[in-house]
């Protein structure tokens, strides 16, 4: 009995230890200024952390607009090894629907190998007449 009682201590104390190994990193981003029908916004700051060892990101997008409509928002990130220089063309796109005035949430996996950051570069707005508003962008990873 009291080895069956050690051999148990000994693999919850593992398991515990491999489970204190990753660590949840998070950033976001919120913006209550609205992205004009037409247009494309630029970003320049809140440059997300990626993390050593971690070859992912997870980027959770929420919008609406102002009035109904289907079309696409197109979201642009850019990748960078020092926070400082980015890339001049964003590597990494999401293009999303709309549901007019009812919140749209998305989830996007982003590879980050080689890269210790990304950021929000850009935002399109290709409908005719509807603006974007009510922007969230968040960020997340596990940290190795």
Do not use: H
Not at 63 to 68: H, I, N, R, T, V
Not at 72 to 77: D, E, P
Not at 80 to 93: F, L, R
């Amino acid at each position: 009995m009291k080895r069956l009682l050690l051999l148990a201590a000994a693999v919850l104390g593992y398991v515990g230890a491999q489970a204190q190994q990753f660590q949840q990193s998070s950033s976001a981003l919120s913006s209550t200024a609205t992205v004009l029908a037409g247009t494309t916004s630029n970003y320049t700051a809140n440059a997300f952390f990626c993390g050593k060892g971690n070859g992912y990101v997870g980027i959770m997008t929420s919008f609406k607009l102002d009035a109904a409509c289907t079309g696409t928002i197109t979201f642009y990130f850019q990748k960078s090894i020092d926070g400082t220089t980015y890339e001049t063309t964003p590597s990494v796109s999401a293009t999303i629907t709309a549901n007019g005035s009812t919140a749209v949430n998305t989830f996007t996996q982003a590879t980050t190998l080689g890269s210790g950051y990304i950021r929000l570069s850009s935002i399109v707005n290709t409908n005719a007449t509807q603006n974007l508003t009510n922007l969230v962008v968040k960020f997340g990873s596990q940290i190795r």
